[in-house]
């Protein structure tokens, strides 16, 4: 096979070339998912992906761990069972931004209040590309959709922040451009005891680029080039976050994680 | 490795570091071809095609980036 090491060790390669659409920023933001799990050297047998509904939740279709393809948005109800069944599971949640945020928003706060051992990566296309482009809970304000002919009105989520507040003790974004700073994001989700979210702002050329005149996926690569901003130059100076997306490690608090303080309890009983 | 593939490369795979490119897989998004520094590779028919071969640096940015796993770096390690 005509590939890299890594693709041909953890993806499932009769599936590819996969059904994303050319220039899908999902191919891209997977392939960070599976360099930072070959980075930590991790047994495939111990590692879980969950995924929801969407063209996100497309991606462990492809790649070869113990994979499970759940129901819309319920992808952190069925990971935090599995996370109970067995804890010595590495779980990772792979999620669209419609999936975590709208069909799937109280799954993703309570989850988050919890604080359960599973690393959660979203892939925010701004967009729900599967359906045929109907604006998302993170489709920018005043941007088109086939259901916001006249543009959106509602105001996007910021997920890390939504994340944050909800009790996630690890928070950070990257881009599908930034694709190394996401996959050493990924790689401390997955070292936090906790729960970890991050998200990876994709692209979608086809609905959201189309419909919005932001051209090719090269030219969405580099609007994700010129538009984010790491927030530690922010931290040192305000002024350069000015019209920008903030990047980068948000925050990062340990705290007792719940199948712990959840043994803690059986353990008192069983002497 | 195929005579197939290797027909597709254009190369052998002694040389230490080579650039491999996965025709059926490409889908001719553009991303490597834009962020290639010294462009090597070009657009032709809807697919990827390495143009310059010798002008490749190894710097991964393509392999980085390609949504569909079609382009890397080979060869002896």
């Known amino acids: 096979m005509n590939c890299s090491e890594t693709t041909s060790k953890y993806y499932r390669v009769n599936r590819l070339p996969h059904i994303w659409c050319a220039g899908c920023g999902h191919g891209t933001l997977t392939n960070t998912v599976v360099r930072a799990i070959d980075k930590l050297k991790l047994n495939k047998d111990e590692v879980v992906i969950v995924s929801g509904i969407g063209c996100s939740s497309r991606a462990p279709g492809y790649l070869d761990f113990n994979t499970l393809h759940t129901t819309h948005g319920r992808a952190l109800a069925f990971a935090t069972g599995i996370k109970l069944a067995n804890p010595k599971l590495h779980v990772i949640v792979i999620m669209g931004d419609g999936d975590s945020s709208a069909i799937g928003g109280n799954h993703l706060i309570h989850a988050a ?45 910021d997920l890390c922040s939504l994340a944050q507040g909800a009790g996630a003790t690890y928070v950070g974004r990257a881009t599908a451009y930034h694709a190394v700073l996401m996959q050493k994001l990924i790689e401390k989700g997955i070292q936090n005891k906790g729960f970890s979210f991050i998200e990876g702002l994709s692209i979608c050329p086809t609905y959201y680029g189309r419909k919005n005149k932001k051209g090719n996926a090269f030219k969405m690569h580099s609007f994700l080039k010129e538009n984010c901003i790491d927030k530690k130059l922010v931290d040192k100076d305000p002024d350069k976050g000015r019209n920008k997306i903030l990047i980068g490690e948000f925050y990062n608090n340990p705290q007792p994680e719940y199948i712990e303080s959840y043994q803690v309890i059986i353990d008192m009983f069983q002497g | 490795m195929t005579k197939e593939n290797q027909a597709i490369m254009g190369e052998d795979m002694d040389d230490e570091k080579v650039l491999l490119l996965n025709v059926p897989w490409c889908k001719g998004c553009g991303i490597c071809v834009g962020f290639c520094p010294t462009r090597v590779l070009k657009l032709k028919e809807g697919k990827c095609v390495i143009a310059n071969r010798e002008k490749c640096i190894f710097c991964g940015q393509c392999e980085l980036r390609c949504p569909d796993n079609a382009i890397c770096i080979g060869g002896k390690k």
Do not use: C, W
């Not at chain 1, 959660?120 to 998302?136: A, D």
């Open chain 1, 113 to 157: 209040r919890r604080n359960i051992d599973i690393t959660t990566i979203v892939f925010n296309n701004n967009i729900y590309g599967m359906t045929g482009g109907q604006f998302s809970p993170t489709t920018p304000y005043g941007d088109l959709a086939t259901t916001a002919a006249y543009g959106n009105i509602d105001k996007p989520f």
